[in-house]
């Protein structure tokens, strides 16, 4: 059995329950009138009403003592000190130095972070400022008036709820945007009515590498610089970083200059208030900023020195243990009255499931209680149009929160007393419930009774405060953070890493590798064997509808066609090709440095490259049979100061030559290059090496055969071996490209001349689909 199952409070409540189920709320508030008055706590602003709670004074009194017995006072000074409470990651969880005031201390390490989070604070302002006053210009030199907050997780759901929650604080001429999804739709209607001159992209992520994220950032920048007729240098107006990964930021392009900091010792879902707020501050002013950031620092303050029995986060962490752990109770349900609260139950998901959901112990051993609970829920009154039917008659137990505010920030009429009213009644309809005797009583008939009937009993929070301010939203989160960790320290859970986000993460870029090279073998279990197979499928549909269909920004592209006498390069929507000499010695710095003067004005954010050998998972597998060495793992992309593509040179320029269905390319130049493209799914083949005769297809048709056996029996031949894969492959057409096309006359039936320019074509084509 569990260390905490062994506590004495833990023992003592469990006896007691036997008590309390017995007891209805009903009862227990008609009993006592005094009840409202003793159940209730205050704090910075905040009221919280527990009086509807299946609990007495026995019970908090149990309760408070597990809360001391669990040591959960030297753990929250413990996490206040700095130290490394994130004990598998060995770090400090110090969110609450995010919101300390400058004149205070809190030591990582022997260092006072403080100084530093000012500083950052600082420079968001600055930037914050420019924007506001529309002195921060667009390539075009158009003030920026929209902003588009890209990241996922922490990243994006503090941000996005913060500015839903604050909209009514917020500079209504600017358009604010958060795109988190790696969908692409998320990020097309995010964008689809901005003009780019006008927008600022802040790409969020604490540690720069997060697949959706950064996949988002990139279709962002190839976004603006279609708009910028590819001119890099419009990137540094239109993007701004935050994050802890200065490499990765810099490797991205964005300067450090227009990066905001933050520090490893801030969680992602407790990281709204460092830099990864700059959204929230741009909307509403660094002023409301550092409002809100009181707040988290009031409740803060509350946490730290409030006796437990007047703690507000202490009180509903308890009662949230009380209804998971002794009453079975799954879920909780969040519930704002408050339409501007709208996106806070999403909020609230991630900061407590994140924290929460944990099945090992500090320790590392197995725990035999039920921890963090499933939150969810939705603003008030829309619920109890669909939901709330479920928590009144369901055979569940739904401890609900109800959040709610004396003000409305829109007042209108009888709206708010509208609102108001139903949140009360709704708290007193599940605690009090309607007896058998009471349906009777109206005249219900009995075979209607029974299904009018409210068990009630059903626990509520009402937790109040006079109005939505920055303020208040900033000490309701910190409410939270602080209840997420007292029940964490009950359970002897480490509340600030998430290891079970990674296996999904892991798994799918291995999919997603398979997806993409649909001749993979599949190794998983069946079904997901059977998914994946179900996908390739469907993608070959759309991909062979990309060229109608394709609507994505185009890219400059650089396409270099590398061969054994020349190298030729040509840039996409610009017809002039150049050309330099290549051979038996040529490196690909060489190659580079021959190549830069000749296309100095050539402005490009993408290169494709026809390479003369065998490539496996798009990287070189073998130096080139006719040129110098060094090709094998060398980094192209670095070289070029972009995103680059290698594919087989025969590959290329089959891309370029194909017009659907089944296409078999055959290169006729020093060698036999080969692919075959079905239905726009491209395969490089290296049929050059089969056996043919005394040799391989390669001695008969190169360049080598053609020499030797005369061009008569050299063009033989070479129908020979068009018939011979014709028949294995059975393409709807074949292509014939490379140099020594010219030397046929004729071509057999249902074979084509391919335009060697086509190659470059393919080049370009490779980018057109995907980023
Ligand atoms: O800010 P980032 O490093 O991009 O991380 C974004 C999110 O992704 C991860 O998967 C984590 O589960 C979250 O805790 C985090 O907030």
Not at 281 to 295: C, K, R, S, Y
Request: glycine share 8%.
């Amino acid at each position: 059995m569990s260390a905490l199952r062994e506590k004495t409070a833990w023992r003592a409540l469990e006896q007691h329950k036997d008590d309390i189920a017995q007891q209805h709320l009903r009862d227990l508030l008609a009993a006592d009138p005094g009840r409202a008055e003793r159940y209730r706590a205050e704090a910075v602003g905040w009221r919280l009403d527990y009086a509807r709670h299946r609990i007495d004074d026995q019970t908090l009194t149990h309760l408070f003592a597990l809360a001391r017995e669990c040591g959960l006072e030297a753990r929250r000074d413990a996490m206040f000190a700095g130290e490394k409470v994130n004990t598998t990651e060995q770090r400090a969880a110090l969110h609450v130095a995010l919101r300390t005031p400058s004149r205070k201390s809190i030591k990582v390490d022997g260092v006072n972070v403080v100084p530093d989070v000012h500083a950052v604070l600082k420079r968001m302002a600055e930037l914050a400022n420019a924007i506001r006053e529309g002195r921060w210009l667009g390539f075009s030199g158009r003030p920026i008036r929209n902003i588009v907050n890209i990241g996922i997780g922490g990243s994006d759901l503090g941000p996005v709820m913060a500015f839903e929650a604050l909209r009514h604080f917020s500079d209504r001429a600017l358009t604010m945007r958060f795109v988190s999804n790696v969908d692409y739709t998320d990020f097309a209607e995010a964008v689809h009515d901005l003009r780019p001159d006008e927008t600022l992209f802040i790409v969020a992520s604490k540690t720069f590498t997060t697949l959706e994220t950064m996949t988002n950032a990139h279709s962002a920048r190839d976004w603006l610089l279609a708009a910028a007729s590819g001119d890099e240098k419009a990137v540094a107006k239109h993007f701004v970083a935050l994050s802890t990964n200065e490499k990765a930021v810099e490797a991205f392009g964005i300067s450090t200059q227009q990066m905001y900091g933050f520090w490893d010792w801030v969680g992602g879902r407790y990281s709204m208030d460092s830099a990864i707020g700059l959204s929230t501050m741009i909307a509403l002013g660094p002023d409301a900023f550092h409002e809100m950031l009181a707040g988290f620092h009031a409740m803060d303050e509350h946490f730290r020195t409030a006796p437990l029995e007047r703690n507000l986060p202490v009180i509903m962490g308890l009662l949230g243990i009380w209804y998971t752990d002794f009453f079975g109770a799954e879920t909780v349900a969040v519930l704002p009255y408050e339409q501007y609260l709208k996106r806070f139950p999403a909020y609230l998901q991630q900061l407590t499931m994140e924290s929460n959901g944990k099945h090992v112990t500090i320790e590392g051993s197995a725990v035999d209680y039920a921890t963090g609970p499933i939150y969810w829920g939705e603003p008030g009154t829309n619920g109890q149009h669909s939901f709330y039917q479920l928590i009144h008659q369901g055979t569940r137990l739904i401890p609900c929160d109800f959040v709610g505010f004396g003000q409305s920030l829109n007042p209108s009429g009888r709206h708010h007393d509208l609102l108001l009213a139903n949140m009360i009644a709704q708290a007193e309809a599940l605690a009090l419930g309607k007896t058998l005797q009471q349906v009777k009583d109206e005249g219900i008939s009995d075979e209607l009774a029974p299904h009018r009937v409210f068990e009630g009993n059903r626990p509520s929070s009402l937790l109040l405060a006079e109005r939505l301010t920055p303020h208040a939203l900033g000490s309701l989160v910190a409410l939270y953070e602080h209840l997420v960790f007292t029940q964490a320290a009950i359970w002897d859970i480490n509340p600030f890493d998430q290891w079970g986000v990674e296996l999904g993460k892991q798994l799918a870029l291995r999919v997603v590798d398979e997806i993409e090279s649909p001749r993979k073998p599949l190794h998983h279990d069946s079904a997901t064997n059977a998914a994946i197979t179900w996908y390739r499928k469907a993608r070959r549909k759309t991909e062979a509808a990309a060229p109608a269909a394709k609507e994505k920004p185009a890219h400059r592209v650089l396409a270099i066609d590398i061969g054994g006498s020349h190298v030729k390069a040509m840039l996409s929507g610009n017809p002039r090709e150049v050309e330099i000499k290549s051979g038996r010695t040529l490196t690909p710095e060489a190659m580079i440095k021959l190549l830069r003067p000749a296309i100095r004005s050539w402005k490009y954010d993408a290169v494709s490259i026809g390479y003369p050998g065998p490539l496996l998972h798009d990287r070189i597998a073998r130096d080139p049979h006719n040129l110098g060495k060094g090709w094998m793992g060398f980094d192209f992309a670095k070289a070029f100061g972009c995103k680059v593509k290698v594919i087989n040179d025969a590959a290329m320029q089959a891309l370029g030559s194909y017009e659907g269905g089944r296409m078999l390319f055959l290169g006729l130049g020093t060698g036999l290059g080969t692919a075959f493209i079905v239905d726009g799914i491209i395969e490089p083949m290296e049929l050059a090496h089969l056996p043919y005769k005394k040799g391989t297809f390669e001695d008969y048709v190169g360049t080598r055969g053609m020499k030797h056996l005369g061009k008569k029996k050299w063009h033989a031949h070479v129908v020979d071996v068009i018939e011979q894969l014709k028949a294995a492959l059975e393409p709807d057409y074949i292509v014939l490209g490379g140099g020594n096309v010219r030397h046929l006359p004729e071509l057999p039936e249902g074979v084509r001349r391919g335009d060697n320019k086509n190659a470059f074509k393919g080049g370009f084509r490779l980018w057109e689909n995907k980023a």
